[in-house]
């Protein structure tokens, strides 16, 4: 079911699984834009991050996106070749303490799967691909982080290479959250080839990035915030050339832009432009970033905004220092969408409970460290799906949970979760293309056991049972005196070993006495 990082954290009733500790000192965040990669080492001095080392690489993956969606050979080799250098600065560093997160060419690249498979290997860590919300939603915790504290509303914008993100928030809370499939990188190649730049040119790119804005403007537009702030590279860049060229104390202007905008168009050409604090590997993007940000101020009524180099990796790391310290925003995403979508609490404890006892007896004690988390998020949403309708509802639970946007989770944390909802009854053979492995497999099958023991939703307890692994698949024993009381208990058990069998999986269910059964 693919692998993701260890767990350490508290979540929804789990608060006896792992005792607590800040398990390190040195902590990484890795970013994979669209634009550029980097790489963020902080050590954690009072639960707060300070910067050790800091590399940023222009990698342009955007750049190597094809038009059939697949990442070009020399952008991947390129991609790679930055990931080693990073693999050999993290050497030393736990796995664990680093978290690397892929953003919007690689949530669109076809063949990213196949990249991502060689990236891991050199950069030693598992590679997240975040949503597009999820990445907004940690752009505007690194940006707040960074700022002074104020009781007014902020709009964050972040313009990367592949994607634009725009935030309200007040406080450290993000209110409204967009993600808009535009970026520095990708407007660059599509409307200045090459680097030309011409009146006409410029304008489709504004008119194109103003469609694009469209959605959000009731949402978005001055007197919804009180304060604009542009975060990362695209801003910083804008911000640096007003500065030096006398057009802002400090941050973006419109007048500024008006400025920018009249100067590449005499220019004719972004390499061409000659202005002081113009780097030479900002200019190939310059006028794809500075299109979009025209737009964004015109659209959404902006005339200053300040800029920060804080954004997404250090999101990254304050979210990390959130899970080390018990305050996962995850585990407040189950809770919000149990109660939005009206779960039984009570047979989620029931189901939770018993599916941990059988993946503590049958799992290794890292797998366990590592998935039990997700299984009592799982056990806590796996009815949610009857909101919708009772038939079918673990088709609906799994549903939600692939579409929804969902706070702190990645890509990869959601279809495991959604994964294990759709399998949880019924036929295995319908999800075999979601699930790899005997671990991955052993997770359903103590998740399909829980559900089936308590469907009587009684608070009776469980029988006395052993869940085992073995080459050729599972067997559970069980008490044989239990097994004769509960004919439908025992009917629904032989169905689920024909279940397995259709799959090419043993799944033994054996009668023994019942002081011959570890006590729950």
Same mark, same amino acid.
């Given at each position: 079911?693919?692998?993701?990082?260890?767990?350490?954290?508290?979540?929804?009733?789990?608060?006896?699984?792992?005792?607590?500790?800040?398990?390190?000192?040195?902590?990484?965040?890795?970013?994979?834009?669209?634009?550029?990669?980097?790489?963020?080492?902080?050590?954690?001095?009072?639960?707060?991050?300070?910067?050790?080392?800091?590399?940023?690489?222009?990698?342009?993956?955007?750049?190597?996106?094809?038009?059939?969606?697949?990442?070009?050979?020399?952008?991947?080799?390129?991609?790679?070749?930055?990931?080693?250098?990073?693999?050999?600065?993290?050497?030393?560093?736990?796995?664990?303490?680093?978290?690397?997160?892929?953003?919007?060419?690689?949530?669109?690249?076809?063949?990213?799967?196949?990249?991502?498979?060689?990236?891991?290997?050199?950069?030693?860590?598992?590679?997240?691909?975040?949503?597009?919300?999820?990445?907004?939603?940690?752009?505007?915790?690194?940006?707040?982080?960074?700022?002074?504290?104020?009781?007014?509303?902020?709009?964050?914008?972040?313009?990367?290479?592949?994607?634009?993100?725009?935030?309200?928030?007040?406080?450290?809370?993000?209110?409204?959250?967009?993600?808009?499939?535009?970026?520095?990188?990708?407007?660059?190649?599509?409307?200045?080839?090459?680097?030309?730049?011409?009146?006409?040119?410029?304008?489709?790119?504004?008119?194109?990035?103003?469609?694009?804005?469209?959605?959000?403007?009731?949402?978005?537009?001055?007197?919804?915030?009180?304060?604009?702030?542009?975060?990362?590279?695209?801003?910083?860049?804008?911000?640096?050339?007003?500065?030096?060229?006398?057009?802002?104390?400090?941050?973006?202007?419109?007048?500024?832009?008006?400025?920018?905008?009249?100067?590449?168009?005499?220019?004719?050409?972004?390499?061409?432009?000659?202005?002081?604090?113009?780097?030479?590997?900002?200019?190939?993007?310059?006028?794809?970033?500075?299109?979009?940000?025209?737009?964004?101020?015109?659209?959404?009524?902006?005339?200053?905004?300040?800029?920060?180099?804080?954004?997404?990796?250090?999101?990254?790391?304050?979210?990390? !220092?959130?899970?080390?310290?018990?305050? %996962? @925003?995850? *585990?407040?995403? $189950? #809770?919000?969408?149990?109660? =939005?979508?009206?779960?039984?609490?009570?047979?989620?404890?029931?189901?939770?409970?018993?599916?941990?006892?059988?993946?503590?007896?049958?799992?290794?004690?890292?797998?366990?460290?590592?998935?039990?988390?997700?299984?009592?998020?799982?056990?806590?949403?796996?009815?949610?799906?009857?909101?919708?309708?009772?038939?079918?509802?673990?088709?609906?639970?799994?549903?939600?949970?692939?579409?929804?946007?969902?706070?702190?989770?990645?890509?990869?944390?959601?279809?495991?979760?959604?994964?294990?909802?759709?399998?949880?009854?019924?036929?295995?053979?319908?999800?075999?293309?979601?699930?790899?492995?005997?671990?991955?497999?052993?997770?359903?099958?103590?998740?399909?056991?829980?559900? !089936?023991?308590?469907?009587?939703?009684? %608070? @009776?307890? *469980?029988?006395? $049972? #052993?869940?085992?692994?073995? =080459?050729?698949?599972?067997?559970?024993?069980?008490?044989?005196?239990?097994?004769?009381?509960?004919?439908?208990?025992?009917?629904?058990?032989?169905?689920?070993?024909?279940?397995?069998?259709?799959?090419?999986?043993?799944?033994?269910?054996?009668?023994?006495?019942?002081?011959?059964?570890?006590?729950?």
């Amino acid at each position: 079911m693919g692998h993701l990082p260890g767990v350490f954290f508290d979540t929804v009733g789990l608060s006896d699984l792992f005792p607590f500790k800040m398990p390190h000192s040195i902590i990484a965040a890795v970013d994979l834009g669209s634009n550029s990669f980097r790489l963020q080492v902080s050590r954690v001095i009072q639960g707060q991050p300070y910067t050790l080392d800091s590399i940023k690489e222009t990698v342009r993956l955007a750049a190597g996106l094809q038009p059939d969606k697949t990442l070009s050979e020399t952008s991947q080799h390129r991609a790679l070749a930055c990931l080693k250098r990073f693999g050999e600065r993290l050497r030393g560093v736990p796995p664990e303490a680093v978290r690397a997160v892929g953003t919007n060419t690689l949530r669109v690249a076809k063949n990213a799967s196949r990249f991502l498979e060689q990236a891991e290997a050199l950069l030693g860590v598992p590679i997240e691909i975040i949503a597009g919300h999820e990445e907004a939603r940690l752009i505007f915790t690194g940006v707040v982080h960074s700022l002074p504290r104020t009781s007014g509303r902020r709009l964050v914008v972040d313009i990367g290479g592949g994607s634009t993100e725009l935030i309200i928030g007040r406080g450290l809370n993000p209110q409204f959250m967009e993600s808009l499939y535009m970026g520095c990188v990708s407007y660059s190649t599509r409307f200045f080839p090459e680097g030309k730049v011409t009146a006409k040119l410029f304008r489709a790119a504004e008119l194109a990035a103003a469609t694009e804005l469209q959605v959000l403007i009731r949402k978005f537009r001055a007197g919804h915030w009180d304060q604009a702030v542009g975060s990362s590279g695209t801003a910083r860049a804008l911000a640096e050339l007003l500065e030096q060229n006398g057009f802002a104390g400090q941050g973006i202007t419109a007048a500024g832009l008006d400025f920018l905008r009249t100067r590449l168009i005499e220019a004719g050409d972004s390499r061409q432009l000659n202005l002081p604090g113009l780097r030479p590997d900002r200019a190939p993007v310059l006028p794809g970033g500075m299109a979009i940000m025209y737009s964004v101020f015109h659209e959404l009524g902006i005339r200053e905004m300040q800029t920060t180099d804080s954004g997404l990796r250090e999101g990254v790391l304050y979210e990390m !220092l959130g899970r080390f310290e018990h305050k %996962d @925003i995850r *585990a407040a995403t $189950v #809770r919000a969408f149990a109660q =939005r979508y009206e779960a039984d609490l009570r047979q989620s404890r029931r189901v939770e409970g018993l599916c941990l006892t059988l993946f503590r007896q049958a799992a290794s004690p890292d797998n366990y460290k590592q998935y039990a988390t997700y299984m009592a998020w799982a056990a806590t949403l796996h009815e949610i799906g009857m909101s919708i309708a009772h038939g079918g509802y673990h088709k609906h639970s799994a549903y939600i949970i692939d579409n929804a946007d969902m706070p702190g989770f990645s890509k990869p944390e959601q279809a495991m979760i959604g994964a294990l909802l759709q399998s949880q009854r019924g036929r295995l053979t319908k999800v075999a293309n979601r699930i790899t492995g005997r671990d991955g497999w052993l997770m359903v099958l103590c998740l399909r056991l829980a559900v !089936l023991f308590h469907r009587d939703r009684s %608070d @009776i307890a *469980a029988p006395r $049972v #052993r869940l085992a692994l073995h =080459r050729h698949g599972f067997t559970l024993d069980i008490g044989t005196a239990w097994l004769s009381k509960n004919t439908l208990t025992q009917a629904n058990l032989e169905s689920e070993v024909r279940y397995w069998q259709a799959l090419g999986l043993s799944f033994q269910v054996r009668a023994v006495p019942v002081a011959k059964l570890p006590r729950r």
